[in-house]
Structure formats: structure tokens, C-alpha cells
């Protein structure tokens, strides 16, 4: 069989990618990077053939990811990504199965290899700068950081909570179906999310009387800073008569004109739903008017699963956080040494159990309480017999 270049192949890849980035709604974040990977493999072997396409070549590839000094997992990330290319035209025989094979042989590259730089850890916040940041939110990011923090979702997810996706089960709890990065999957759950009172008493004023849409929304915090630059207004208009000065309430005739003309034609169109970069730099300049050190939202999952691990077991931390596999929950948890802290300091109580030695029945006993069993269970047979 006679195997096509990259060069011309490359209409083929990028189509099947976006069609998978498509059907599996992958963010626009991953969609840069596959995009990348894919040009930079063809702008380097875009006339080879793909039958010649070997681990050398792959090789090459990796390093010019290592000149740019990329983080190293971020680099073995994007040679998986070659890697599932080739795998995909094995399947549609674009590429030999042969050269996959020998791909998937390239070792990913260890700590400490080329001195490159690691990824950084995301720490957890804590609660005392998150209540201070919250002072500096508008209502809307206020609401949207206390649920963050309790159902330990992703950003994106908050961001995008609908009103008619609730099931008010009762007055103090509600169920809300929020979107989740493995809705592609065939075998994928509804990822449900649980509210209790504290966070439906926050919810309920910016909710109102609406029964669908976004929950937290732009046009609710454009409404509330218009209230509270009238509430700052009369207020210094007050303060003004007070001290004896002449106040002017009425706004100019071209005053008035020109904000009429503003709100016919607005610099920008207010979105439907809030973005995770929009709820990133508002919670970035609460943390400057603060005076804390600045957090972003993706922080606050880790949190609030080190929160419910420490409180509720790590099993349930995994299950709010909707993760299929407990290693990815253990990724989140940062509750190590707390733990052991507290096993510590259990030591210091008083014991309460019995001895081992009082605790473990005699071969007797135990014969005995068989015996005693049995004579039981015969008596309500006779009886039911009778």
C-alpha cells in the first residue's frame, strides 16, 4: 500500500480532531494545544511519508518542544497527543500499525530531565482570605464563590448553572444537573451537584422570580452596581448638605442625552453567562482591594474537596467532586498532614475500647453462642409448625 505524507494528511488529522473536539466539547484551552502539536508535526516532517515517520522523528518533535522550555508535563501531554494522531490513521490504515507501535515505545520524560521546569501545584486557599475576598465581591461573585467553594466544582460548571436544571427537592435541598468534561462519553452520569440551606438562601435574591436562564448572570451585577453607585450618590449628596454646600440632583440636558445614547448603542453587548477568564479577574481585583494574596477560582476545588475529605471521608470528597477514580480525588486532597495530626493528638486521649485480649471470645464461647442460635431458630420453626 502506498502511504500519503503528512503534507497531505494533514487535512485528514485536523478534520477527525476537530470532529472529536466538537463531540466531546473539549475547552478551548486543549483545542489550542492539539492545534499546535498538529503544526508543528507537519511544518517539520510535512514531506515524509508516514510509513517513514519513526521514533527519531517523534524524537525531534519532543525537542522542539524542550527548546521552548515548556513544562515537562505539559510536553509529555502533547506527545500523547501525536501519538493518538497516529493511532487514528493506523485504524483507517493512513499510517502502519507498525509505526504506532514503535511510537508508543518513546519513554515520557522523567523529573529533573533537561532541567526543565515542573508544574506547579495548585495549593489550597484559606478560608480567612477567602472571607476577606468576599467583602470586595459584588453580589453575583460573592454567590458564586460561597457554591463554588461548597460543592467543590469545576469553574466553568459554576459559571454555567441553569435555573430550570434545579430540582427543588424540598426547601432545603436542591439538586442542579450542571455540565461536566466527561458528558462525551457513552457510558458518562449526569453530574448532579447538591445545595443545602446556607447556599439556597444566597441563591434565592439573585434568582428572583425567574424560572429559567443562567443563574448568575451580568445584567444582575450591572443592576446591582447601578444601585449602589445611587446608593453612594445620595449618600455624598447628604454628606454635601450637611456641610452647607449646594447639591445638584438633576443630570444636564447633554448629560442626559448622552447617556441615553449609551444605552442604545453600548461599547459591548452583555453576555448570558459569565466566563471563567470574567470570574478569574473579578475575584483577582477583590483580592487587591483586599490586600490578600491573589487566588483564582480554580483553587477554591481544591479547597472545598480538602474541606469534605477531612470532614466526611476522602470516598465522599470523591463523590462531590464527581471524579471516576479515586486517584484523581487524591490529586485534590490536600488534607495529608492534618490527618495525621489529628491521629496524633488522638493518642493523647483516654482509651476507651477494651484490651485486645478481653475483646477476643474463647473457642467455647464461641461453640456456645452457636448452640444458643440454633435452639432459637428451632423453637420458631416448631412454633410456626404448631
Known sequence: MK?????????????????????RRASKTQQDNERLVIEVLVDLFGDMTTAAFD????????????????VRQKINWRIQIVQRIFRWGASYKIVPVSVYQELKTLIPLKKGDYNLPESKERPTVS?????????????VFRAMVIVHLRVAGRPTAICEMRIENIDRQTEDLWAITVRDKMDYLEDAVPRIVYL?????????????????????RPADTLLFDKQKRA?????????????????????TPSRAARDAERAKNPKREVKECYGFATYRNAVYRACDRAGVKRWFPYQLRH???????????????QHTAGHRDIKTTLRYFHGENEIAKRVALSRNKPATVKSTTESIKSKDEIIADLLQEKMELLEMLVKKNA
Request: proline residues 3%; charged residues 35%; hydrophobic residues 40%.
Open 55 to 70: 521514533i527519531n522523528c517523534l524524537r525531534a518533535v519532543r525537542d522542539e518542544f524542550i527548546k521552548k522550555r515548556y
Open 127 to 139: 478560608l480567612e482570605d477567602i472571607e476577606k475576598t468576599k467583602v470586595e465581591l459584588s453580589p
Open 303 to 317: 479547597t472545598g474537596i480538602t474541606l469534605i475529605g477531612l470532614e466526611h471521608g476522602v470516598d465522599a470528597a
Open 231 to 251: 446608593e453612594q450618590a445620595a449618600k455624598r449628596a447628604d454628606e454635601a448638605r450637611r456641610a452647607g454646600k449646594v447639591v445638584y440632583t438633576k443630570k
Open 3 to 23: 502511504y500519503k505524507c503528512l503534507r497531505t494528511s494533514k487535512n485528514l488529522v485536523v478534520w477527525v480532531w476537530n470532529a472529536l473536539k466538537r463531540e
Open 196 to 216: 443545602a440551606k446556607p447556599e439556597i438562601d444566597v441563591l434565592l435574591p439573585i434568582i428572583g422570580s425567574r424560572t429559567e436562564g443562567y443563574i448568575f
